[in-house]
Nanobody, 124 residues
């Protein structure tokens, strides 16, 4: 059973930046696409970003394109989410997730294993 542990959340003013990290316990981490999702109070969980197992393909929600960057370090079993130009509407619990299949090309966003989440709060 994979264990995903997110960190890096916090309180930041609008326009500021945060970098989230997600450390995975399971090997082989490098075979799986990884993703970030978020859930705001009273709303359903939504897709934020994903990165292919090889790191050469990424996908983003329209709401974060140009502001957020997903990356990974397979030598550290870690995926990152750099968040710049944060807005109050980015406030949510952010979750890291692992794709359900080996070597996915991200044609389907089918994520299964989830972390416990990290709170991001953006003040206006």
């Amino acid at each position: 059973q994979v264990q995903l542990v997110e960190s890096g959340g916090g309180l930041v003013q609008a326009g500021g930046s945060l970098r989230l990290s997600c450390a995975a316990s399971e090997l082989p981490f490098s075979r799986y696409a990884m993703g970030w999702f978020r859930q705001a109070p009273g709303k359903e969980r939504e897709f934020v970003a994903a990165i292919k197992w090889s790191g050469d393909i990424t996908r983003y929600a329209d709401s974060v394109k140009g502001r957020f960057t997903i990356s990974r370090d397979n030598s550290k079993n870690t995926v990152y989410l750099q968040m710049n130009s944060l807005k109050p509407e980015d406030t949510a619990v952010y979750y890291c997730a692992r794709h359900s299949l080996y070597y996915s090309d991200l044609s389907h966003l089918d994520f299964t294993s989830w972390g416990q989440g990290t709170q991001v709060t953006v003040s206006s």
